[in-house]
Every structure is written in C-alpha cells, then in structure tokens.
C-alpha cells in the first residue's frame, strides 16, 4: 500500500496542532464521500464518510466538510499525533446510479513532526 | 475486529505468466472489489463483485482479468498473461448491505513484474 507519492501534495504540521488536508472532487452527481488513511505498506482505512445532504459531520478527532458548490471536501484532524502521519485519500461514489465503486482523489501525504 | 485478508503479500512474476491474487472479505459482507494502486499514483477501481457475477467494472479490467468466487469464502483476481504495466499493489475490498458503501480494504498484494 505504499504511496511513495513522489507528485503527492505534503502537509507537515508539529504534533498536537491541528491538520486541514482538501480535497477537491470532480464528479457533481456524487453524492458519497469517504476519507481514506494508507499507512505505508498498508491498505486504505476508513476514517469518515459524508453523504450530499450534510456539510458536516464529526467522529473521533476528525471532522468532515463537503462544500457542494465548490465541489470541496476536507478532512480535520484535531491535536494531530504521529500516527496521524500518513497518505490520506478522499474517495466518492454517486450512490443514486446503483454505482459502488469508489473513485479515488490523488491523496495527500501528511507528515507530523513531534 | 474482522477484516479483509489477501494472500500473497508480495507476488513476482515474470511477464507473459498468469497469476492468481487471493482475497478473504469479511464473511458477512456481500460486495467484493478488487482495486489497484500503481506506485506513486492513486487508487484504481478494477472490478465489483456481487450475487457470483461482475456487478461493475472499470475500462482497465479488459479480458486479460478476471475474478472469481470459488467457494463461501475465497475472492480471487486472475491476471492472464501479465504484462510490466501490470505490476501495482491489487487491494481487495468488500462492504455489506445495500444502502452501507463503507468498503474495507485489505492490506494489499503487491505484483511484480519482470
């Protein structure tokens, strides 16, 4: 599961601080959307999802925004640890066509200095 | 916590050889994805899986693959006649019910080709 991300947009921010990574996603009918965690050497990890009738949804230390109009996604991770360090994905379906595969963003790679 | 296994971790295979790629999902689960990551570039959606027949599959997944349900348990991808571009890690994924697109990946088998 390694992406060794040589083309791969990189986020550092200093352990505890709080980690903004985007997304921005192509498809206007989609109406799912995932962040994903790769670890390297690792599959995708499911961290949240979001469906098109919320802007916002929280889980544990993270939270989701999706911006219909400007096709924007982004993923929060509050007091950021160095097991954050990781690639992160955001991935979309367009759930209405019966349609299940995941369409996946160019991820981004986020590196947390203790 | 249940997840979804792949075997082998890593496969080489000289090129022009088939090869079989093994995949375990979560056993009350009944879709079943194969994706593909080449190194440095985003995930890929090959092929879904689901009632024992391809569901949906992506312009990658030609007549060189092909995928499998043998028996309760086991999801497998064939590759015939692997060619160099073929080497990438191959992920499989398997989600529940209609309605839950949460999909789980497994760690992966990375594929190379020489």
């Known amino acids: 599961g390694e992406s060794v991300g040589l083309h791969l947009p990189t986020l550092s921010v200093q352990e505890g601080d709080n980690s903004i990574i985007n997304c921005a996603y192509s498809n206007s009918a989609s109406d799912y959307f995932i962040w994903y965690k790769q670890e390297s050497g690792k599959g995708p990890q499911f961290i949240i999802d979001i469906r098109s009738n919320m802007d916002k949804r929280q889980g544990q230390r993270v939270t989701v925004l999706l911006n219909k109009t400007v096709k924007h996604l982004s993923l929060q991770i509050a007091a950021t640890q160095p097991g954050d360090s990781a690639v992160y994905f955001c991935a979309e379906n367009r759930k209405d066509t019966g349609r299940r595969a995941l369409t996946f963003g160019s991820g981004t790679r986020l590196q947390v200095q203790p | 916590e249940p997840e979804v296994t792949q075997t082998p971790s890593h496969q080489v295979t000289q090129m022009g050889q088939e090869v079989i790629l093994r995949c375990v999902p979560i056993s009350n689960h009944l879709y079943f994805y194969w994706y593909r990551q080449i190194l440095g570039q985003k995930v890929e959606f090959l092929v879904s899986f689901y009632n024992n027949e391809i569901s949906e599959k992506s312009e990658i997944f030609d007549d060189q693959f092909s995928v499998e349900r043998p028996d309760g348990s086991n999801f497998t991808l064939k590759i015939r006649s692997t060619k160099l571009e073929d080497s990438a890690m191959y992920f499989c994924?398997?989600?529940?019910?209609?309605?839950?697109?949460?999909?789980?990946f497994g760690q992966g088998t990375r594929l190379t080709v020489v």
């Open positions: 994924a398997s989600s529940g019910t209609q309605g839950n697109t949460e999909a789980f």
